[in-house]
Nanobody, 123 residues
Framework: QVQLVESGGGSVQAGGSLRLSCAAS????????MGWFRQAPGKEREGVAV???????GYADSVKGRFTISRDNAKNTLYLQMNSLKPEDTAMYYC?????????????????WGEGTQVTVSS
């Protein structure tokens, strides 16, 4: 049974930092592309950052230079370090896994999703 369990969300002031984690189980973690997506109220889910099985990364333009995605294959864990947070980063953040390819451009057709962790940034 595939499980993706996010943690690390919370409330911070603008300019602050948070580190999200996603503990994965039930599949061969190091063979999957992994990613973080987010959804704000009234908006569509959007890609934030992705990392493939070789460690190659991709970011949405809105987070480049502020967010860093990484993975620890020994721990079956995905991370998202978020710095210089802005109010517009407020959203539910979801961990995603796909056996083929993940890109930040689309949230459609992804194999597995976590339940999400809330990030709230106040001004």
């Amino acid at each position: 049974q595939v499980q993706l369990v996010e943690s690390g969300g919370g409330s911070v002031q603008a300019g602050g930092s948070l580190r999200l984690s996603c503990a994965a189980s039930g599949f061969t973690f190091d063979e999957f592309d992994m990613g973080w997506f987010r959804q704000a109220p009234g908006k569509e889910r959007e890609g934030v950052a992705v990392i493939d099985s070789d460690g190659k990364t991709g970011y949405a333009d809105s987070v480049k230079g502020r967010f860093t995605i990484s993975r620890d294959n020994a721990k079956n864990t995905l991370y998202l370090q978020m710095n210089s947070l802005k109010p517009e980063d407020t959203a539910m953040y979801y961990c995603a896994a796909d056996a083929t390819v993940l890109v930040v451009a689309t949230a459609v057709g992804i194999d597995y999703w976590g339940e999400g962790t809330q990030v709230t940034v106040s001004s």
